[in-house]
């Protein structure tokens, strides 16, 4: 079964580095999310991409992060300055209708230091 | 705006007992209801759908629209679904874009 692929599992980095965290969607979808899940929260949605632009983002996706589809098949989140609030896990999802289940990868543990 | 209310952030039981882990929601339209599962250091998954109305791995969840509430339930636990459970809706939110909102999640616990 295909599966969403999330590269690096883990990353640390310094405050005010900036990080881009990898994903590559399952090959048939149309639609890509990263969501967040700070240690002992909920997973919190932060934006999702259609047809190579945000459809939607949460107030937590400020201007210091963004979003892009370079090719045909990564999808990638980076946040510019990262900060202490910042360290979180990571995740990827996709789907290939509006409203069919999200697919998700295995996420990437940020942590900033 | 949609919520979605998992009451339970920890719930433990002995092997073979029931389990039922509590979900609510709001949402102004008609929702889409998910439970997804997440054992330890692995990946959110897919468990069931409300639409599709299958059981998987034992569980079962009905969508209560009066209540408000999709309710994960399994008559006989076993300790290999020991996880963390997530409710999750889905909802239109405008365009062509629907977004997953989760619950802080469960952690059910199944001792031998």
């Known amino acids: 079964e295909p599966e969403v692929t999330q590269t690096p599992s883990h990353q640390v980095t310094q405050m005010g580095q900036e990080v881009i965290l990898r994903c590559v969607p399952i090959?048939?979808?149309?639609?890509f999310y990263w969501y967040r899940q700070i240690l002992g929260q909920k997973v919190e949605f932060l934006v999702s991409f259609y047809n190579n632009e945000i459809s939607e983002k949460s107030e937590i996706f400020d201007d210091q992060f963004s979003v892009e589809r370079p090719d045909g098949s990564n999808f990638t989140l980076k946040i510019r300055s990262t900060k202490l609030e910042d360290s979180a896990m990571y995740f990827c999802?996709?789907?290939?209708?509006?409203?069919?289940?999200?697919?998700f990868g295995n996420g990437t543990r940020l942590t900033v230091t | 705006a949609q919520r979605v209310t998992q009451p339970e952030k920890l719930l433990s039981v002995f092997k073979g007992a029931p389990v039922e882990l509590k979900c609510n929601y709001s949402?102004?339209?008609?929702?889409?209801l998910f439970w997804y599962v997440q054992y330890s250091r692995q990946r959110l998954q897919l468990l069931l759908r409300h639409i599709s109305r299958e059981s998987i791995k034992g569980f079962t969840a009905d969508l209560n629209k009066g209540e408000t509430s999709f309710h994960l339930k399994k008559p006989f636990a076993q300790e290999e679904d020991s996880a963390m459970y997530y409710c999750?809706?889905?909802?239109?939110?405008?365009?062509?874009?629907?977004?997953?909102?989760f619950g802080k999640g469960t952690l059910l616990t199944v001792n031998p």
């Open positions: 949402y102004s339209g008609s929702p889409e």
């Open positions: 999802a996709s789907r290939d209708r509006a409203n069919s289940p999200l697919h």
């Open positions: 999750a809706l889905s909802g239109y939110s405008g365009g062509s874009n629907y977004k997953l909102t």
């Open positions: 090959s048939n979808h149309l639609y």
